[in-house]
């Protein structure tokens, strides 16, 4: 028996622990980065199904009066309207586009091209706040007492969306915020109108808000199911878009003051 026999026992025994230990933290690892890669593929499928629904209740519900008019005998619009439709239209292809790339981790690209949406979402409430106007001098008040609320409702929207959008761009080194901040602006500012126009319209107006709200709320029960909490960037967008929603643009749109602005713009 030797005194060196324990340090030779030992000597084989610890390396063999290391050698243990590594697999299992590795695969520890390995657990860990897939669970975080599942979560964003989630992600991913979700909000770029969300912008392609967007986009069919757009076309839905503007079919009657834009896109499928050709086929269905009407009044020519003005040119105004037709340069709106283009602009409204090309955003929207730009967001599927932008969803998309993300999905495929081309982030590169995807920063690039949101540059466009600078010009754009300037150039649409510019364009549906002309648009707005020209439909009140063609007197067209859709479900509304007078053109007057019709206009401010309508601006609303318009408003709500870019308001939303910017908040969006401006933070846009916070990805978590920024995606959810322009969904919301989608869903809370361009696919109202476009609702209100399809068949919904004929079961009132519990019909057509339940319908936004629904799409409002997906995003929100989405993170509860997945994240277990709402971030706040949902918070914040809901609680602007309900204190700026057809109650106070109703409120607004019946005064005076709006009544005289109003009829001052379109005459």
Not at 101 to 113: E, I, K, N, Q, Y
Not at 142 to 171: K, M, Q, R, S
Not at 199 to 219: E, V
Request: proline residues 6%; charged residues 10%; aromatic residues 12%.
């Amino acid at each position: 028996m030797t005194p060196t026999a324990p340090a030779q026992t030992a000597s084989k025994t610890l390396p063999g622990r290391i050698s243990e230990d590594r697999p299992t933290s590795l695969r520890k690892g390995e657990q860990i980065g897939n669970s975080i890669q599942s979560a964003q593929s989630r992600d991913h499928r979700f909000f770029l199904t969300m912008a392609i629904i967007a986009a069919a209740w757009v076309f839905v519900g503007y079919s009657q009066t834009y896109y499928l008019k050709a086929w269905i005998p009407s009044p020519q619009l003005a040119t105004l309207i037709h340069i709106h439709a283009a602009v409204f239209t090309t955003y929207l292809l730009l967001y599927i586009l932008q969803t998309a790339l993300v999905s495929v981790r081309r982030t590169g690209l995807h920063m690039t091209l949101g540059w466009a949406s600078v010009v754009l979402i300037p150039a649409m409430v510019l364009l549906g706040t002309a648009a707005v106007f020209w439909s009140a001098k063609q007197g067209h008040k859709i479900v509304w007492p007078d053109v007057e609320i019709a206009a401010a409702v309508n601006l609303g929207d318009g408003y709500t969306f870019a308001a939303l959008a910017a908040a969006g761009i401006l933070l846009r080194k916070k990805p978590q915020a920024h995606k959810r901040l322009m969904l919301t602006s989608l869903y809370g500012g361009l696919i109202p109108p476009a609702i209100e126009r399809t068949s919904l319209h004929d079961f009132g107006g519990p019909a057509i808000y339940g319908t936004i709200f629904a799409f409002l709320l997906a995003g929100p029960v989405y993170d509860l199911i997945t994240r277990r909490r709402i971030h706040v960037a949902y918070l914040w967008s809901l609680f602007f878009i309900v204190a700026f929603f057809v109650p106070t643009r109703i409120a607004i749109g019946s005064t005076p003051v709006w009544h005289h602005f109003v009829d001052w713009v379109i005459h």
